[in-house]
């Protein structure tokens, strides 16, 4: 287990920190996941950096065409924001699912991403939200990164919290497009989801101008839907369109059978039924106003 505890006021007070523990370092911010894995054994860490204490930290902006959430950000800020809520509602919705009351109070949206479990409810929503997240490393330089780059393999990340510090989330915004998140989840559970969908969708003059499709866990990382994207663009929703999308989108999705999630079969028909649940409504609420 960890030996020191330090908490640095600056982002670059925290850099050199991890810079001096030659590896041995570790970022922690909510630490829900990490303290675990120390418990465990699976990661190792002599001394922690707290990040917390950064001035800035847990900051939810418009910042120009983008949303910029600091690395601070937990799940319940990113649920109740107004912000988030209203211009990047996959993710209020995602984050809302997160775990427990306490776990979202704690768990930041940076850390669900650094942890690159496929099925994470918030890295979900920020692939179909063509997020990037912004890398502050040991040398003063920073490095910009979509989300759904940022994945070396399932509960693997391209970020090394020994070295570098994920120093905020930028989502870009997206004008007269909308976005949604849906899950299905066992009941009663606290257990990641059977399945999850996040959609971002853009309408104009009857026609889809825009979206962006991604759905966990269906392979190593979060999967963006791309070939469902290109069928849509330029359609106009309808009953036989919206079959043909979920039908795609069960075709490409590659789920593995499980004992706790349900065989492959099963959920490529719940990627069908959430999308089509989607696609559905937004006609309905493009008819109603």
């Given at each position: 287990m960890?030996?020191?505890?330090?908490?640095?006021?600056?982002?670059?007070?925290?850099?050199?920190?991890?810079?001096?523990?030659?590896?041995?370092a570790?970022?922690?911010?909510?630490?829900?996941?990490?303290?675990l894995?120390?418990?465990?054994?699976?990661?190792?860490?002599?001394?922690?950096?707290?990040?917390?204490?950064?001035?800035?930290?847990?900051v939810?902006?418009?910042?120009?065409?983008?949303?910029?959430?600091?690395?601070?950000?937990?799940?319940?800020?990113?649920a109740?924001s107004?912000?988030?809520?209203?211009?990047?509602t996959a993710?209020?919705?995602?984050?809302?699912?997160?775990?427990?009351l306490?776990?979202?109070?704690?768990?930041?949206?940076?850390?669900?991403?650094?942890?690159?479990?496929?099925?994470?409810?918030?890295?979900?929503?920020?692939?179909?939200l063509?997020?990037?997240?912004?890398?502050?490393?040991?040398?003063?330089?920073?490095?910009?990164?979509?989300?759904?780059d940022?994945?070396?393999?399932?509960?693997?990340?391209?970020?090394?919290?020994?070295?570098?510090?994920?120093?905020?989330?930028?989502?870009?915004?997206?004008?007269?497009?909308?976005?949604?998140?849906?899950?299905?989840?066992?009941?009663?559970?606290?257990?990641?989801p059977?399945?999850n969908v996040?959609?971002?969708?853009?309408?104009?003059?009857?026609?889809i101008?825009?979206?962006?499709?991604?759905?966990?866990?269906?392979?190593?990382?979060?999967m963006?839907?791309?070939?469902?994207?290109?069928?849509?663009?330029?359609?106009?929703?309808?009953?036989?369109?919206?079959?043909?999308?979920?039908?795609m989108?069960?075709?490409?999705?590659q789920?593995?059978?499980?004992?706790?999630?349900?065989?492959?079969?099963?959920?490529?028909?719940?990627?069908?039924?959430?999308?089509?649940?989607f696609?559905?409504?937004?006609?309905?609420?493009?008819?109603k106003?």
């Amino acid at each position: 287990m960890w030996q020191e505890y330090f908490r640095p006021e600056t982002l670059a007070e925290a850099l050199k920190m991890l810079s001096s523990g030659n590896g041995e370092a570790r970022v922690i911010a909510g630490g829900t996941d990490l303290m675990l894995d120390l418990k465990k054994g699976s990661k190792k860490a002599k001394y922690l950096v707290d990040i917390r204490g950064i001035a800035g930290i847990n900051v939810i902006e418009e910042r120009g065409d983008k949303i910029f959430l600091g690395a601070g950000v937990t799940h319940t800020q990113a649920a109740t924001s107004w912000l988030i809520r209203e211009k990047a509602t996959a993710l209020a919705e995602a984050a809302a699912l997160v775990g427990s009351l306490q776990i979202r109070n704690i768990g930041t949206i940076a850390g669900n991403i650094i942890n690159a479990q496929p099925a994470a409810d918030t890295a979900v929503a920020l692939v179909a939200l063509e997020a990037q997240a912004e890398i502050a490393l040991a040398d003063g330089s920073r490095q910009v990164m979509k989300v759904e780059d940022l994945y070396a393999g399932p509960g693997k990340s391209k970020i090394d919290s020994t070295s570098s510090i994920v120093s905020g989330i930028y989502i870009p915004l997206r004008p007269n497009c909308r976005s949604n998140f849906q899950r299905i989840a066992r009941r009663r559970s606290l257990a990641l989801p059977v399945i999850n969908v996040a959609v971002v969708l853009g309408y104009e003059n009857s026609s889809i101008t825009s979206c962006s499709f991604a759905a966990g866990p269906v392979g190593p990382q979060p999967m963006r839907l791309r070939e469902v994207e290109n069928f849509l663009i330029g359609k106009t929703l309808s009953d036989s369109i919206i079959e043909e999308a979920g039908n795609m989108a069960a075709d490409i999705t590659q789920p593995r059978s499980s004992v706790l999630r349900g065989g492959r079969e099963y959920r490529q028909h719940l990627i069908k039924v959430l999308i089509n649940s989607f696609l559905r409504k937004y006609i309905q609420d493009r008819y109603k106003t």
